[in-house]
């Protein structure tokens, strides 16, 4: 499987070369939306809101704040995502997250699993806070401090190593509470609750296959024959620290999730950094 993931990237890296096909996505990381539940338990959508969910990838947990009887629109950077979203029935666009032209007109904005992916934490929260109306809440778990560390170091050690720089091939942003707290207040938020966790994951497939979804960034950057050479070197490289005996896979994922609200004049800021 992952062989086959890999022949469909582009030679060189860009920003936007990561690439989500949704069948592979169903079948490698299925259990993104699965653990999504506590996010959206915070989220505790009402009938009748309307709610932005940020980044729906094939729209499995949005269908869930639908079904509360929430009015979502669903937004994600990938046209193939939209389309297994629009399946299941969801108002879902194809948009961009650090452009949001949304303006004083949902109840909350909601993301799961996404974040980790957009540099531009500024954009994000400045098109956040102008999408939501006053009092609005913003609820976002993802890839916080720490998150998938063991992962991270192979990956950029295995690109160096082809005399890449890969810190700088690096697509993701993984910060702690109070970084991204003190984000969130620059652009006009109360923060609520930011808590940071460890939740180790068990993969529902093969390393390999995690890999081939989610390092595109990185192996995009080799020739398209180097590829599953480097991927198998990295896999090699985190099995002692991530393989258990009976041959599953559990990564070491830390989360950030966070509840902030839009503030209303006079609001008062309670914070709690786990
Ligand atoms: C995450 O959900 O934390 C994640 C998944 C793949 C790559 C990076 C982060």
Redesign the pocket.
Known sequence: MAAEILAGWEMVATESNQRWNPDEYDRTARF?SDLGADALALLDPSPGERILDLGCGDGVLTERIIRVGARVVALDSSAEQVTAARGRGVDARVGDAASLEFQNEFDAVFSN?VL??IRDVDAVLAGVHRTLRSGGRFVAE??GAG??ETVRLALVAALNRRGFDGQALDP?YFPGAAEYSDRLEAHGFVVESAELFDRPTRLTGDMLDWLAL?GQRFFAALNEGDRPTAVAEVCDAVRAGLQRADGTWMVD?VRLRVKALKADDGAIATKHHA
């Open positions: 993104v699993a980790h992916w993802f890839g998150n998938i993701w989610f994922y």
